[in-house]
């Protein structure tokens, strides 16, 4: 049977799920979308994730690649795997055919990611599972100012989960800005990739800014530091979106 790569565009609310990857302990975004490919084709259907993502972090636009029969078309596959999909926390939205040694991890250029952290006295009823709620206000132009210490090439290790299994804590990050909307402050960060949890220890450390306990210079110290134990908490994922994966030269896939 001829079979045609497609790469697909996800959303999700990670909510109660264990996170992208497959696993034993509980329902991942993986294994639901693999169950509906494999009914989807008729048979067993592995699907390539650009990353992973932690139990309890969102997307607006994952990306992944799997491979069904060329007869297939592009719109039969995305609304065929939404039809097969056994819950309501994930959506396929769009499907596009890629050549045949096209990785949807390996091929990325730069992922885009979006935190979010509500400063007001009470929580959010209808955000709970969607935002960091901290009862402290903030000062987003400190957290601004720490977060331009980050910006460039560095040794992250400070900012880097104990369990990260990346070969190197070496990362060059594009970007990370801070900026308020209207109770909440919000974080943007880009980079071709980023070490396990290292969005939400940077979360997490500049909240301390944010709040007054420390001084915006203190993250540059923190980052010389090469030491987890220097920096603050790793912030909760609910908070947590991939907003975008980039590739290059997809129109000639």
């Known amino acids: 049977m001829t079979l045609q790569r497609y790469l697909i565009t996800i959303e999700y609310d990670g909510s109660g799920l264990v996170g992208w990857q497959r696993q034993d302990n509980g329902p991942s975004v993986q294994e639901y979308l693999e169950h509906a490919a494999a009914k989807l084709c008729n048979q067993p259907t592995a699907i390539q994730g650009s990353g992973r993502t932690d139990a309890g972090v969102h997307a607006h636009a994952q990306a992944a690649h799997l491979d069904v029969p060329a007869s297939l078309s592009a719109r039969s596959v995305m609304l065929g795997l939404n039809s097969w999909l056994e819950t309501d926390q994930v959506s396929v939205l769009s499907a596009q055919p890629v050549h045949a040694d096209f990785n949807a991890r390996f091929d990325a250029v730069k992922r885009r990611y979006w935190y979010r952290i509500l400063d007001r006295a009470t929580p959010s009823a209808l955000d709970r599972n969607r935002v960091w709620h901290t009862r402290t206000p903030l000062d987003a132009d400190a957290m601004a100012q720490a977060a331009s210490y980050l910006v460039g090439r560095h040794d992250f290790t400070s900012f880097r989960a104990s369990l990260c299994q990346a070969n190197s804590p070496v990362r060059t ?81």
């Open 173 to 253: 990050l594009d970007r990370l800005d801070v900026m308020r909307a209207g109770d909440e402050i919000h974080l943007f960060a880009e980079a071709r990739s980023f070490l396990h949890h290292q969005i939400r220890n940077f979360a997490g450390s500049l909240v301390q800014v944010g709040n007054g306990k420390w001084r915006p210079e203190k993250i540059k110290q923190i980052l010389e530091a090469k030491d987890r134990s220097a920096a603050g908490p790793t912030a909760p994922p609910q908070g947590l979106y991939l907003m975008h994966i980039d590739y290059q030269n997809l129109d000639n896939c």
